[in-house]
């Protein structure tokens, strides 16, 4: 048995995304249908469309989702039709060693960065029979996806479909940078590299924990007023040649440097700018290949730790309703970070925006 569910798919890098009406066949042991209310555009996206991540198409693009269960598979527990749901791009496969220990985002045994399910195949075809991948083992941009039961979280009525979409990429990473990866304590100065959906995130994450001062750089004069209104305290624009400067000044050596971009030249910048004993933390995802240097004697003298930051070192099951539940009591406005909704045939002007870092994060509704 199988439905039919209008995508948006990827075939070849720099060319639109086609809309297509695909077979999805019915989810199978350990998963889920779910219908998508609001998938948001993110930078994970574009790497694929401009060829800095080579992926081979036809692919399902999107991967940060919510919607409602629509059908369960055999064996599934703990969620029932008509659940509002959020999705995770990295289905733990809560059995390897990294997952027994809590650790869910080093996973070493997921297959969602093989663009498949657990099982290693996909529920998509075309209407002639030709595979479709699903990004990140989901492929959101599209009006139902077949997930697995460990990437499905149960959403709070009272958060919106966008801002639970929201939750399962860029806000779980911009928090998690700050309360997992890097444990960011009262007080204690940051400064956020970059303020696209990920970095604006970062920056209501520091509010929450009581950063200060809270310094957000960007290109975008419209993006360092929203991170101002999120709780940044000081402003720079990133093309200010006096920056590494100006953020000495603002917080006499930067306890904590954001990069959330994923540029060679930012990494750079971030550990530069990085104060004693501060810790730099590569939260942006670089495309394939990018390099980055640093001077190691200035690490090793000053005591500075460079952090990988994946996913915001989170375990979904865990975060996606903490923070839900942080949005649903006032604590986190998640809902500022919301910039266009658009129709998922509109997905090309939303990519082009992200490219020109224009607006806020778009969500597209199928
Ligand atoms: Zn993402
Ligand atoms: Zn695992």
Do not use: I, M, Y
């Given at each position: 048995m199988s439905t039919t569910t209008r995508a948006a798919v990827f075939s070849t890098p720099g060319a639109p995304l086609a809309l297509e009406d695909l077979r999805l066949a019915d989810p199978g042991p350990g998963e889920v249908l779910v219908r998508i209310h609001a998938s948001g555009v993110c930078h994970s996206d574009l790497h694929v469309v401009d060829g800095g991540w080579p992926v081979d198409g036809p692919t399902v693009l999107g991967h940060e989702g919510a919607g409602v269960v629509e059908r369960v598979g055999p064996g599934v527990g703990g969620l029932a039709v008509g659940d509002r749901v959020m999705l995770s791009w990295?289905?733990?496969?809560?059995?390897?060693r990294r997952c027994s220990a809590g650790e869910a985002w080093l996973c070493?045994?997921?297959?969602?960065l093989e663009n498949v399910l657990p099982d290693g195949s996909s529920r998509l075809s075309r209407p002639d029979g030709t595979v479709v991948a699903p990004y990140l083992g989901l492929g959101t941009f599209s009006e139902l996806v077949v997930a697995p039961r460990s990437a499905v979280v149960r959403a709070p009525d009272d958060v919106p479909f966008e801002v639970a979409a929201l939750i399962g990429c860029a806000v779980t990473t911009g928090i998690g940078a700050v309360?997992?990866?890097?444990e960011v304590r009262p007080g204690r100065s940051a400064v956020v590299l970059g303020c696209g959906g990920v970095g604006l995130a970062t920056v209501l994450g520091l509010a929450l924990v009581g950063a200060d001062p809270i310094v957000a750089v960007d290109l975008s004069d419209e993006r360092l007023e929203v991170a101002r209104s999120l709780g940044a305290t000081v402003t720079l624009r990133g093309d200010d040649p006096d920056l590494a400067a100006h953020v000495q000044r603002a917080?006499?050596?930067?306890?904590f440097v954001f990069e959330a971009i994923g540029s060679g030249r930012t990494i750079e910048s971030a550990i530069a700018m990085t104060g004693r004993g501060g810790a730099a933390v590569l939260v942006g995802m670089p495309g394939a290949g990018v390099q980055a240097t640093f001077d190691p004697f200035v690490l090793a003298d000053q005591g500075k730790r460079v952090l990988g930051c994946n996913y915001g070192s989170s375990v979904p099951d865990v975060d996606f309703p903490r923070i839900a539940r942080l949005y649903a009591t006032g604590r986190?406005?998640?809902?500022?970070?919301l910039g266009d909704r658009r129709p998922l045939d509109q997905v090309d002007g939303a990519l082009a925006d992200l490219q020109a870092a224009v607006g806020l994060r778009t969500v597209l509704v199928p």
């Open positions: 990295f289905a733990p496969c809560r059995a390897c070493e045994d997921t297959r969602a309360t997992n990866t890097a917080t006499g050596g930067a306890d986190l406005p998640l809902d500022r970070l």
